[in-house]
């Protein structure tokens, strides 16, 4: 049987997404692929999806996923980083804060809007990583980035210029950089104490396995953590194919949306991509739009049970 399937970690703090990866890695057999959908900072904790397997070919699908996070914000302290762990690069006045002044600025931030990445970032500069350039001492300008902020809410009461919220994001969204954007609307600076990631979609930590646990475990104990590929469905409009179609499917045939049995409609607003399964077939496919008929376009195929 092949070793295939999402792996929901709970990544503690001051570990990298990256070692947490190449924990699971020492325990597979080898030639067994692993990547994650979407690296979590070493100063966060929580939810992080490693991909197993043929679920590596999903990355991007798996990375339009929301997610959640419990950000704690101080406000009146700038650091070099953003976070807690930075140093401070600058202090300002937020005493006038007020839970009232926080509730009204929120919405502003709501939907598709420009955001800056930190410099200590992942963010690409001219082919090199913002944070290697940031430690060299180097001056580069990150531009903004179009991100998208679906929810946003104050979870805790304003206490010495440190409040708490709940935000769901979509993919590119920095936390850190909202704090930043956050404490300037307010006329004043701030920066993200503590984050957690929640979840990503619906995998939160009650599936998870500890990034400490996996050191001591053996991978017939891991196994019991990896959600089949499977688990996807529903994220997206998923529809159901008769054998006699699924072939059609697997060599990469186009095929009529009305020959799709619908399944779920999905709980993402993408309305250019469907999943399809079947007996034993996963089909990421786009939809298009082909002499007035809407057909489906296999775009990755994954064969679930060999």
Same mark, same amino acid.
């Given at each position: 049987?092949?070793?295939?399937?999402?792996?929901?970690?709970?990544?503690?703090?001051?570990?990298?997404?990256?070692?947490?990866?190449?924990?699971?890695r020492r325990l597979l057999p080898k030639?067994?692929?692993?990547?994650?959908?979407?690296?979590?900072?070493?100063?966060?904790?929580?939810?992080?999806?490693?991909?197993?397997?043929?679920?590596?070919?999903?990355?991007?699908?798996?990375?339009?996923?929301?997610?959640?996070?419990?950000v704690t914000i101080n406000f009146g302290?700038?650091?070099?980083?953003?976070?807690?762990?930075?140093?401070?690069?600058?202090?300002?006045?937020?005493?006038?804060?007020?839970?009232?002044?926080?509730?009204?600025?929120?919405?502003?931030?709501?939907?598709?809007?420009?955001?800056?990445?930190?410099?200590?970032?992942?963010?690409?500069?001219?082919?090199?990583?913002?944070?290697?350039?940031?430690?060299?001492?180097?001056?580069?300008?990150?531009?903004? /980035? !179009?991100?998208?902020?679906?929810?946003?809410?104050?979870? *805790?009461? &304003? %206490?010495?210029?440190?409040? @708490?919220?709940?935000?769901?994001?979509?993919?590119?969204?920095?936390?850190?950089?909202?704090?930043?954007?956050?404490?300037?609307?307010?006329?004043?600076?701030?920066?993200?104490?503590?984050?957690?990631?929640?979840?990503?979609?619906?995998?939160?930590?009650?599936?998870?396995?500890?990034?400490?646990?996996?050191?001591?475990?053996?991978?017939?104990?891991?196994?019991?953590?990896?959600?089949?590929?499977?688990?996807?469905?529903?994220?997206?409009?998923?529809?159901?194919?008769?054998?006699?179609?699924?072939?059609?499917? /697997? !060599?990469?045939?186009?095929?009529?949306?009305?020959?799709? *049995?619908? &399944? %779920?409609?999905?709980?993402? @607003?993408?309305?250019?991509?469907?999943?399809?399964?079947?007996?034993?077939?996963?089909?990421?496919?786009?939809?298009?739009?082909?002499?007035?008929?809407?057909?489906?376009?296999?775009?990755?195929?994954?064969?679930?049970?060999?």
């Amino acid at each position: 049987m092949l070793l295939d399937g999402i792996l929901p970690v709970y990544k503690e703090l001051n570990l990298r997404s990256t070692d947490c990866v190449s924990r699971v890695r020492r325990l597979l057999p080898k030639g067994v692929k692993i990547g994650h959908a979407g690296t979590l900072d070493s100063t966060a904790e929580g939810i992080l999806l490693l991909l197993i397997g043929r679920s590596t070919r999903l990355a991007d699908f798996i990375l339009s996923m929301p997610k959640t996070y419990k950000v704690t914000i101080n406000f009146g302290v700038q650091t070099s980083t953003d976070d807690a762990t930075g140093d401070i690069i600058a202090t300002k006045n937020a005493d006038y804060l007020t839970d009232e002044l926080i509730r009204e600025i929120l919405p502003t931030f709501l939907g598709t809007k420009p955001q800056i990445p930190p410099s200590i970032s992942a963010v690409h500069v001219d082919g090199k990583r913002a944070h290697n350039l940031a430690r060299l001492g180097a001056n580069f300008q990150i531009l903004p /980035k !179009n991100v998208q902020i679906l929810h946003i809410e104050q979870t *805790k009461k &304003l %206490s010495d210029n440190t409040a @708490e919220f709940l935000i769901e994001c979509k993919k590119g969204t920095y936390i850190r950089s909202f704090a930043r954007d956050l404490g300037i609307a307010l006329g004043t600076v701030a920066h993200v104490s503590s984050l957690v990631r929640l979840t990503v979609w619906k995998f939160d930590s009650s599936q998870a396995i500890t990034s400490k646990a996996i050191s001591d475990i053996t991978i017939q104990s891991l196994e019991n953590y990896i959600l089949p590929i499977g688990a996807l469905c529903g994220f997206i409009s998923t529809c159901g194919v008769e054998v006699g179609r699924e072939l059609d499917i /697997k !060599n990469g045939l186009e095929i009529p949306l009305t020959d799709l *049995k619908l &399944l %779920s409609i999905g709980q993402s @607003e993408i309305k250019n991509k469907i999943l399809v399964i079947g007996d034993n077939l996963l089909s990421l496919c786009n939809l298009a739009l082909k002499n007035n008929i809407v057909v489906a376009s296999p775009k990755c195929n994954i064969v679930i049970d060999d």
